[in-house]
């Protein structure tokens, strides 16, 4: 992973936290001073907590486990979504469906159900069995799946961990991964308490620059953690051929 500098989180305003008189004081650990009436983050502590939450996703990627993203307010939806592409991340990102934690066999069932419509459609537009009717509103309805399901639907159990913008206004996806035991990583702001997560990452969480920042970085660990399994498999292959050349 790339070095964080200190210059290039003030460059992206992760310093910037909320009007003051917003502030939780849970929050008073990571705040450097005030300016203008706007509270001032810590950038030694958010580079540190920004390197903790990194190594600890390439760590567990590495392991083959399973990482979920949810970035659903709206300044955060565009950078999510080209993130998840660039680097095949799984996240949520026009909102979070409730009990995808707590339920989450009947959730996932929404999976299957998508499986089904495309089944369905291929079949329908290749054989021509069904009327364009029907065919139109499965298509519908798979849009809408996709929507919120489609970067999800290869999730077989639940996520080890989860990855939390605005950890105040995701608070119901907090509160469902407490209750299943499910690790959290949030990018906290000066009006949230930094305790509701496992590794919390003090930083402006309404910047655009910010929240890439962020994003881009972590999304780059759980990629390394992914290549490390490949190289590791790599090895594996050549020692078992090597033994295998040698028994021979």
């Known amino acids: 992973m790339k070095d964080i500098s200190l210059r290039e989180l003030l460059e992206a305003g992760c310093h910037f936290g909320h009007h003051a008189e917003r502030w939780n004081p849970k929050a008073y650990s990571f705040i450097y001073g005030e300016k203008n009436g706007i509270h001032i983050i810590n950038l030694e502590l958010t580079k540190k907590g920004l ?27 565009p950078i999510m979504r080209e993130i998840t592409q660039k680097y095949g991340l799984m996240s949520f990102i026009e909102r979070w469906p409730g009990g995808f934690l707590t339920n989450f066999d ?13 089944k ?12 364009k009717k029907e065919v139109l509103m499965a298509n519908k309805k798979l849009k809408k799946l996709m929507i919120i399901y489609g970067s999800v639907r290869g999730l077989k159990s639940l996520p080890d961990c989860l990855v939390v913008v605005d950890i105040k206004k995701e608070q119901k996806t907090i509160e469902e991964a407490k209750r299943r035991g499910v690790k959290t990583i949030g990018l906290v702001d000066t009006n949230a308490d930094p305790r509701e997560v496992d590794i919390s990452v003090p930083t402006n969480d309404d910047a655009v620059g910010a929240i890439r920042y962020m994003l881009e970085y972590l999304g780059e660990a759980v990629v390394e953690g992914r290549n490390m399994i490949v190289k590791n498999d790599d090895k594996s292959e050549i020692r078992s051929t090597k033994s295998e050349i040698n028994s021979n």
Do not use: C, H, P, W
């Not at 083959?64 to 709206?74: D, E, P, W, Y």
């Not at 009947?106 to 495309?118: C, G, H, P, R, S």
């Open 51 to 77: 390197e903790e939450a990194g190594a600890y996703l390439k760590k567990i990627a590495s392991e083959g486990k399973t990482i979920l993203f949810v970035a659903t307010k709206k300044q955060a939806r």
């Open 106 to 118: 009947q959730v996932a069932k929404n999976f299957k159900t998508m499986d089904a419509l495309e």
């Open 120 to 131: 369905f459609i291929s079949e329908a537009t290749e054989k021509k069995l069904n009327t």
